[in-house]
């Protein structure tokens, strides 16, 4: 008789929840870790069906409930750290010097964006977490403005224990339903796209109406 993760994936093998099975028959919870890991490095693969497909194998046998929220826990704080590493690697300088060659974007963005992100940076990286996009993109000027390592791995450990222990639980509780909770989180996750979409739009008309070139400050 094929696992129930099997039976899982036969109604999408081509798709996002084929692949995730896949490595989840694999390697087991570090297969969960590795998906989520690579989740917050590509935002486009959805958490929402991750998360809960980890539940509803956990629900069934195959894999260990603690083992799932630990290892999608690891995958999230990986995924985070290498995002992290990137925005140190790239850093404030070369960020302002690109900001001032593109179309519309002023410096005093950026250093706008740095003051906020001095003000609320720890909320920002807790609660970030638990946004769809933003929970990857967050971790980026968190490297480039050098935010205490311990600090980001502390908020960021945080965060996704909440966010991964909430969807997992769903899908151990709902069994072979556990896709419900990709239904519902993926309403969310249109509503959080197209106010972003919106913000973009916002801020192009804004530049458009108020050209001018930025000016750093000392």
């Known amino acids: 008789m094929a696992s129930p993760v099997r039976l ?15 490595l989840m028959e694999s390697l087991g919870a570090p297969g969960a870790g590795a998906a989520i890991a690579l989740e917050n490095l590509f935002p486009p693969l959805p958490s929402e069906v991750i998360l809960p497909l980890a539940g509803f194998t956990a629900s069934q046998g195959d894999m260990n409930l603690i083992a799932a929220l630990v290892w999608t826990t690891i995958g999230s704080v990986v995924g985070a750290w290498a995002l992290y590493g990137i925005g140190a690697l790239f850093g404030r300088e070369r960020l302002i010097a690109v900001a001032a060659k593109l179309p519309l974007v002023k410096v005093e963005d950026i ?108």
Do not use: C
Not at 139 to 146: D, L, N, T
Not at 151 to 167: D, H, R, V, Y
């Open 8 to 22: 899982a994936a036969t109604e999408d093998p081509g798709g996002i929840t084929g692949w995730a099975t896949s």
């Open 111 to 218: 250093e706008k964006t740095e003051r906020w992100f001095a003000k609320h940076g720890t909320k920002a990286i807790f609660f970030g977490r638990m946004i769809p996009i933003f929970r990857s993109l967050i971790s980026i000027p968190a490297g480039v403005e050098r935010m205490p390592l311990g600090t980001f791995l502390l908020l960021t450990t945080l965060g996704s224990a909440i966010w991964n222990t909430i969807f997992v639980l769903a899908g151990y509780r709902l069994g072979e339903d556990w896709e419900q909770v990709s239904d519902i989180v993926g309403t969310y996750s249109t509503g959080v796209v197209a106010v972003v979409a919106l913000g973009v739009v916002g801020f192009v008309v804004y530049r458009i109406m108020r050209p001018g070139e930025g000016k750093r400050r000392a």
